[in-house]
């Protein structure tokens, strides 16, 4: 029963997705994942499998070629992925719950109409607002647009994009009106085609097949009709879908956390030392008691702020804590799960080592940590001051 959430009531949809996407993750994902993680590379079987499977599209409607699932149904699809691999899962949630929902949320009907099906079909998205000098102050972003015409000529540079190497429709923000501060940064849709230049390919700690690259834009040139969300609405637009993604980065956290548990719990009950299970130990025993804890204490957390979010209900002091929450256990689960397996553990064969590699990044991307106390020490603040 691991991984099913206890205090939830999911719907037969939801239950049924959750058990497709498990099995996609094992069957196809599965046997990938030490060779991706290895050669720091996404296998393209698995980025069209993924686009096979519906999981591009998970909340888009059907007329757009999309799965048209609950935003819940993309949380429970994004920890399947994850206890599997954290870096498919990594993909899939920047596409949907960041890419697919600006498009939903903010763009034209004709922005929906061509845009969305394509993402559902064949093409993945990236989300480019992090630069060289700006990460948690995000909206300190120096890259540039000026209209010219009917277009607009972006010149500037992005830091750290995930899945930047393989998509081909990307979401870029840049300032039209520095004076105004960052109420003058907007949200431009632009394709490869344009002149987008991958200036380097990041290798990394953790998510090693999930792509992660440096964007330079030299004069690229995009038409006015690609503006989404309206001129300076950007920043609005950037950190509303941030607070849902984060719900996305606590489920591939509580996932990781989870595939971690079960990879190496059965193995305390079948390696013996001292004539027992070393599982059946009470310090063993403790520890796997205190770290299930752990993970119900995430996964209701994460399932909590997705239903908020899906209610219509305020959620983004709850969507901070999930993210930050869910990171500690991910990386405290894995990091004991390397401990319980012994020195096997610690070597590639059993691939319980990479789940802790893959657990750092939690605390660092879509807000750090202390991004997501500072948000919730906002709400504290406001309501006690
Ligand atoms: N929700 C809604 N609005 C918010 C908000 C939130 N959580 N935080 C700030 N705002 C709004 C404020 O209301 C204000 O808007 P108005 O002027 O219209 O009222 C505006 O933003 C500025 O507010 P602050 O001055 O308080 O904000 P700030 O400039 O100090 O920082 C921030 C704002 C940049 C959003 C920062 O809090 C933050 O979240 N930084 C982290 C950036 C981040 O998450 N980057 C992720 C990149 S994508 C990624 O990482 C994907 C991936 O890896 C997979
Ligand atoms: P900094 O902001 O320089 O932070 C450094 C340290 O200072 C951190 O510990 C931080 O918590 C702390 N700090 C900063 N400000 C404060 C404060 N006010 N109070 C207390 N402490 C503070 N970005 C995208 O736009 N799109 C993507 O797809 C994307 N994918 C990523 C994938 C990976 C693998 C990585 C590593 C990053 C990705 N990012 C992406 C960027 C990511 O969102 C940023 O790295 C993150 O927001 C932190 O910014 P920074 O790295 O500049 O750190």
């Known amino acids: 029963r691991s991984g099913i959430p206890s205090l939830h009531t999911f719907t037969d949809e939801e239950q049924m997705l959750r058990e497709t996407v498990s099995k996609f993750a094992q069957d196809v994902v599965g046997p990938k994942v030490r060779e991706m993680d290895e050669n720091e590379q996404m296998d393209p079987s698995v980025i069209q499998g993924c686009f096979e499977q519906g999981l591009m599209g998970i909340e888009t409607s059907a007329d757009h070629g999309g799965a048209e699932c609950s935003f819940t149904s993309a949380i429970i699809a994004i920890e399947e992925l994850a206890k599997v691999d954290p870096s498919v899962s990594v993909m899939v949630d920047v596409h949907n719950t960041l890419v697919n929902t600006v498009f939903r949320t903010y763009g034209t009907p004709e922005q929906r109409d ?8 064949s093409k993945l998205g990236s989300f480019c607002l992090s630069e060289p000098a700006s990460g948690s102050d995000a909206f300190a972003l120096q890259t540039r647009a000026v209209k010219d015409g009917d277009d607009w000529i972006i010149n500037g ?5 995930t899945n930047s190497y393989e998509a081909e429709v990307f979401l870029i923000f840049a300032n039209i009106d520095p004076s105004k501060g960052y109420k003058g940064i907007t949200c431009f849709i632009a394709t490869k085609d344009m002149g987008i230049q991958i200036a380097k390919k990041e290798q990394k700690l953790g998510i090693r097949a999930s792509s992660t690259c440096t964007l330079n834009f030299d004069d690229m040139r995009v038409p006015a009709a690609n503006v989404i969300g309206g001129e300076g609405k950007g920043y609005k637009i950037a950190i509303e879908i941030l607070n849902e993604g984060r719900i996305g980065i606590a489920a591939q956290m509580l996932g990781l956390a989870q595939g971690a548990f079960d990879r190496a719990v059965p193995y305390t009950f079948e390696r013996k030392q001292f004539g027992q299970a070393v599982g059946t130990f009470q310090g063993m025993a ?21 239903r908020l979010k899906e209610e219509g209900r305020p959620f983004t002091r709850e969507a901070a804590m999930a993210k930050y929450w869910a990171s500690v256990v991910a990386q405290s689960v894995s990091g004991q799960a390397i401990e319980w ?15 802790w590699r893959d657990s750092k990044i939690g605390a660092i991307y879509e807000g750090t940590s202390n991004i997501q106390l500072q948000t919730i020490a906002k709400f504290i603040q406001k309501q006690y001051s």
């Open 341 to 355: 397996a012994g020195g096997v553990g610690f070597t590639r064969e059993t691939g319980i080592e990479k789940y």
């Open 114 to 121: 061509k845009w969305l099906p394509q993402l559902a079909e």
């Open 286 to 306: 403790f520890q796997q008691a205190r770290a299930a804890i752990d993970l119900e204490s995430a996964r209701l957390l994460t399932y909590n702020a997705a």
């Open 157 to 161: 540079s992005k830091m750290w994009i």
